[in-house]
């Protein structure tokens, strides 16, 4: 955040980019289940993750998108995983670059890891191809 910027400009640029990555409908979904306990990480989440980070200059959407990939996959996060499969493939990550990214992380990370991650990509890609299909 620039000294000229305020949070809620930051959350805004935030939000954009988000629902550009993310999509709209899933986003919106997501807010709409915020509640008051969970609001802060929210925001938090919005303003400095997608306001901050995602939209700075030196690496492009599609590159951060393979990074969360291989980081989600370390983590072992699924349903976080899940979610940027879906945000990899609308930032023009291919198919065949999300297979190459887990047998990567594979010998890196660990084959339980990366054989979870087959597991959730190949749901969330199946789910995306009967939504984009028809």
């Known amino acids: 955040m620039t000294n000229d910027e305020t949070h809620r400009e930051t959350f805004e640029r935030g939000l954009a980019m988000r629902k550009k990555v993310l999509g709209d409908a899933h986003v919106e979904r997501s807010l709409a289940r ?16 997608w306001g ?12 951060r998108s393979l990074l969360n990939l291989v ?9 976080e995983l ?4 879906r945000g990899a493939l609308r930032n023009g990550v291919t198919v065949e670059e999300i297979q190459e990214v887990f047998i990567h992380t594979a010998i ?7 054989l979870e ?6 749901r969330v890609l199946d789910e995306y191809q009967k939504e984009t299909s028809g």
């Open 34 to 49: 915020v509640s008051e306990f969970s609001r802060p990480i929210q925001e938090l989440v919005t303003e400095y993750c």
């Open 52 to 63: 901050e980070v995602w939209t700075r200059a030196v690496l492009p959407p599609r590159t």
């Open 71 to 79: 980081m989600l996959t370390a983590l072992n996060r699924s349903h």
């Open 82 to 85: 899940g979610v940027h499969v």
């Open 108 to 114: 890196y990370v660990g084959v339980p890891a990366a």
């Open 117 to 122: 991650s087959f597991r959730v990509a190949e």
